[in-house]
């Protein structure tokens, strides 16, 4: 089994800053892409920014060039610096992973969630 813990979120006002981290734990042979979601109230989830391993990233157009997510391989680790913050990034934000488990099987897995709200 394998866990996702994020942690990092909380309350900004406009224009501040927080950095989100999630860290995998458990059966892990290697990790794929890592990336981080979010969900705001009424709305579906979606993607905001993903990496792989290798460091190849990509960003939903509404965060490009405020947010800047990368990753710790050594520590299976992702990280999600949010600068310029704006009401309108406050969601639930969710991490996700493509986790090798074994030689053969690739499992996807989410974190539980990490609350950011941007106040006006």
């Known amino acids: 089994q394998v866990q996702l813990v994020e942690s990092g979120g909380g309350l900004v006002q406009a224009g501040g800053s927080l950095r989100l981290s999630c860290a995998a734990s458990?059966?892990?042979?290697?990790?794929?892409?890592m990336g981080w979601y979010r969900q705001a109230p009424g709305k579906q989830r979606d993607l905001v920014a993903s990496i792989t391993r290798g460091g190849t990233t990509v960003y939903t157009d509404s965060v490009r060039g405020r947010f800047t997510i990368s990753r710790d391989n050594a520590k299976n680790t992702v990280y999600l610096q949010m600068n310029s913050l704006k009401p309108e990034d406050t969601a639930i934000y969710y991490c996700?992973?493509?986790?090798?488990?074994?030689?053969?099987?690739?499992?996807?897995?989410w974190g539980q969630g990490t609350q950011v709200t941007v106040s006006s």
């Open positions: 996700n992973a493509d986790v090798k488990v074994s030689w053969t099987s690739l499992l996807n897995y």
């Open positions: 458990g059966r892990i042979f290697s990790i794929n892409t």
